[in-house]
């Protein structure tokens, strides 16, 4: 399977202002090697390159967004938290009733294997199960079998001088979707309220963009979940309020845990994000990331504050130091 498609870069969200004008991927990896190597991705069951990798028109995954899927981040070898994406997954799967036509075994060997076909060990992973191919109906009933896709790239979210200096946030006016229309807990391939939000924060000029529930409280990010830091007290948005059970938000737990710092689950208001001493971003993309200005307001001092600054240090110490071995 020959090609000259030399890419392989997958973007999980849009970049700061300074990074704009740069290229996604974090070469680094593959630039003392003298070449980019082209990416293999793997499609149910099988190994293609980029240039060949392709889906149905016919899937319903790409004509009603009927799919589910996970971010995952390998570091120094190691897949950070694999276990608990697997198991988002799966939740995801069941709450839509998509059967993976596979085990967890299965799924995580050959989400490996796609790791070591690219000779990679710093990346991203995308893992999607789709509805698979029906006819041009909504009746899932028409999906024979689920399709199962994992790529595999190098991802450079923000300039490290982002988490050195901070990002600048707008509130946008794009609602969360309401947990009685599709449970935002569900992963699924249509983010379109996430990208229309995204939008906002572009045509503003921001880095990011908090997004409201109904009630008017803040749900989370367009694609990260929110502390904010007051008297030393760390406080996050409930799961009922719209926000992501992400895997990067229960590490932050862990590591509050550790440095001996409570995180309260509440509902917060802008006027409280507004009034914090330190606010900061989690996501598997944007790892541990700190705001320092939200709707033109700076938080606290304007510059990213030490409890920060210890979660981004801690996180990236156990990012490097455990995970499940890829090349064992």
Known sequence: MKTTDVGGTVMDEPKTREATAKAAVDSRSTASKGAVKESMIYIDGKFYTQANAKVSVFDHGLLYGDGIFEGIRFYNGRVFRLEEHLDRLWDSARSICLEIPMSKHEMTEALLETIRQNDL???????????????????????ERP???????????????????????????TRRTNSAALNPAVKSLNYLNNVMARIEANLAGADEALMLNDTGNVAECTADNVFVIKRGQIFTPPISAGALRGITRSVVFEIAAELGLKVTETDITRHDVFIADECFLTGTAAEVIPVIKVDGRPIGTGKPGPISARMIARFRELTRESGTEIYS
């Open 121 to 143: 060990r710093d990346g991203y992973i995308r893992q999607i199960v789709t509805r698979g191919v029906g006819n041009l109906g909504l009746n899932p009933a028409h999906c």
């Open 147 to 173: 399709s199962v896709i994992i790529i595999v790239a190098t991802v450079a979210l923000y300039p490290e001088s982002a988490y050195k200096n901070g990002l600048t946030v707008i509130t946008c006016a």
